[in-house]
Every structure is written in structure tokens, then in C-alpha cells.
């Protein structure tokens, strides 16, 4: 009989975004339990730092920055945060942070990451995307009569969609190549939703679309390729400790924590990487997304 949970140990797994936040917690949490691991990251990342930190058995595979229309270096987006209600006052007020911009990676850099993976390690058991932008905008201002720019939308489409997308097709390809193990399988793929796909907040129609489709195409997704042995799960976190939530005063972090039931505290990369890992080993997870929010429901 087919052991029910599968050990992560020797297993290959690709981590796009897996320089920073959940995707590095989820870098490290499986180096840990003896995974190979694929770093897919922008060059001005820590992602070099980071392989050669945790040892032979991490590749950095970068993708190229992109350039904004003057030139100037990597993109950064704003991404507002309007905080309603609570007991924090300092909170009630509209916080502008600074958004590192993952590169929409194009098919043929795609294709190049995960040659680099076969190359370095010869196969692929598991992808996890973590990679993406939030961009926070009212499609059209009524008090000031301006519309959102259609390049902010499309970029979180193209980002958050269109780069999910990319990478499940090769890394599905890859997996393919897979003998099916004892209980028919070759792999899995996990994708990175948001709570926002539920209770999106003001000025996150975009974001939220995005990850709502992320939701939507996971059962579709997890019976395209069952015959092939391949699953697909999601998970949506909620608040977790990242460098982005880091940057913010204390007092908002504080607020932030408080908007969380129980525990009462923003979640750590670690615990998204432990879930990764629990998808990773138990079978039976298929065509799910989980939340990962403490039982949050975010405000409007």
C-alpha cells in the first residue's frame, strides 16, 4: 500500500518569488525538511544570497527587472491601505507603501527557469507561486473625474494572472516528464490566492479579480490533469509578517494584528511554508484553497 503522506526529502520543488516574504519562508521551510529548491526572482533580489546561504541544493534562477517607460531601473507600485474602524485612530488614515514589482516573466524566460532546473536537478515535483503585485485603485473617481489608468490593470492582470499562468504551463510540462510514482502521481502545483479574492477592500477590484481567478481556475486546474497526476492547490493568506507589513508604523502593525481573531497577530512566512509543505505531502489535498488567515474577514 502507497504511503498516504510523501516525504519532502529529495524532492525538487520551484519557488517563483522565493526571495522575500512567503515565497522565501516557504524557500527555507522545505531546504529544511531536505527539498531541492529553485529560486525564481528578480536579479536585484537577495535570491543569490539566499542559494548560496542555504547550500548545493538551492538554485537562483533570475528574471530580468523590468524597466519603467523612462528607463530608470526596477518598477515600484503604490499600493494604498485604507483602514477603517478599530481602536487605533493613528490608523484611520490612508498609508502609501511602496510595492517591489515582480517582472511579468515572458514565456521564453519561463521556459529558460525552468531549463535551469532540469539542468541543475533533473526534474520538478512541486511549484509554488508566490510571485506577484498589489496595486491598490478606484476604477473611476467620481470627485475628481479621472478614470484609473488601463496599464495599472493590465499590469496586475498580466503580473498576477498572465504570470501564474506561464509557469503552471511549464511547470506542468516538466512534471510531465515524471514517471507517475506508486499512487500515480507526478507533482503538484500550489498558487498563491488572497483573502482579497473574498473580501476585497476598497480600491482592490483589480487585485481581487486577479485572485479570484487564481481561485477559480484551481478545480478546473486539479481535473485538467488528474488523469496525468498532477494536483493543484491554493492558498490565501491573510495578514502575515512580511517585509512590505514591516515598513509600517508600529501602531498600524498593531492594528493590523488586532483585526485577526485568533491568534491575534499577523501570520509568519513560516507557517504559509508549513501549509506548503502539508499540500506537498498529503495526497488527498486536491482542487482546494485553503485560507491562511486566522479567520480574518477583512473590513471595507
Known amino acids: 500500500m502507497a504511503s498516504i503522506l510523501r516525504s519532502t526529502k529529495g524532492l525538487v520543488a520551484v519557488v517563483t518569488g522565493g526571495a522575500s ?4 519562508g516557504t524557500v527555507e521551510t522545505l531546504v529544511k525538511s ?3 529548491v529553485a529560486i525564481l526572482d528578480l536579479p536585484s533580489s537577495r535570491g543569490a544570497d539566499i542559494a ?3 547550500g548545493e541544493n538551492v538554485l537562483f534562477s533570475p528574471t ?3 524597466k519603467d517607460n523612462v528607463g530608470r531601473g526596477r518598477v515600484r507600485h503604490v499600493l494604498q491601505h485604507w483602514i477603517f474602524g478599530g481602536t487605533c485612530r493613528e490608523a484611520r488614515q490612508c498609508f502609501l507603501v511602496e510595492v517591489p514589482d515582480h517582472k511579468v516573466v515572458s514565456d521564453a524566460e519561463v521556459k529558460a527557469a525552468f531549463d535551469n532546473v532540469k539542468e541543475k536537478f533533473g526534474c520538478c515535483h512541486a511549484v509554488v507561486n508566490c510571485a506577484g503585485i498589489a496595486m491598490a485603485f478606484k ?3 467620481i470627485s475628481k ?3 484609473a489608468d488601463p496599464e495599472k490593470i493590465q499590469r496586475t492582470i498580466d503580473v ?3 504570470g501564474a499562468f506561464n509557469v503552471i504551463r511549464h511547470g506542468v510540462a516538466l512534471m510531465g516528464e515524471n514517471e507517475k510514482d506508486e499512487s500515480g502521481q507526478r507533482g503538484v502545483v500550489i498558487n498563491t490566492a488572497s483573502v482579497a479574492a473574498f473580501d476585497g477592500q476598497t480600491g482592490q477590484s483589480a487585485y481581487s479579480a486577479t485572485k479570484g481567478a487564481i481561485v477559480g481556475m484551481t478545480l478546473p486546474l486539479a481535473r485538467d490533469f488528474a488523469d496525468d497526476g498532477i494536483r493543484f492547490m491554493a492558498i490565501a493568506p491573510g495578514l502575515f509578517d512580511t517585509p512590505l507589513l514591516s515598513s509600517l508604523p508600529e501602531k498600524v502593525r498593531t492594528f493590523l494584528s488586532q483585526l485577526v481573531p485568533n491568534p491575534s497577530r499577523m501570520g509568519s512566512p513560516e ?3 508549513a501549509l506548503v509543505q502539508h499540500i506537498i505531502q498529503n495526497r488527498y489535498l486536491n482542487g482546494e484553497v485553503i485560507r491562511l488567515d486566522g479567520s480574518l474577514r477583512m473590513p471595507p
Open 145 to 147: 473625474k479621472k478614470m
Open 160 to 162: 498576477n494572472l498572465m
Open 34 to 36: 531536505g527539498a531541492n
Open 21 to 24: 516574504g512567503l515565497g522565501r
Open 64 to 66: 530580468n527587472e523590468q
Open 52 to 54: 548560496k546561504e542555504l
Open 271 to 273: 507557517e504559509f511554508g
Open 139 to 141: 476604477l473611476y473617481s
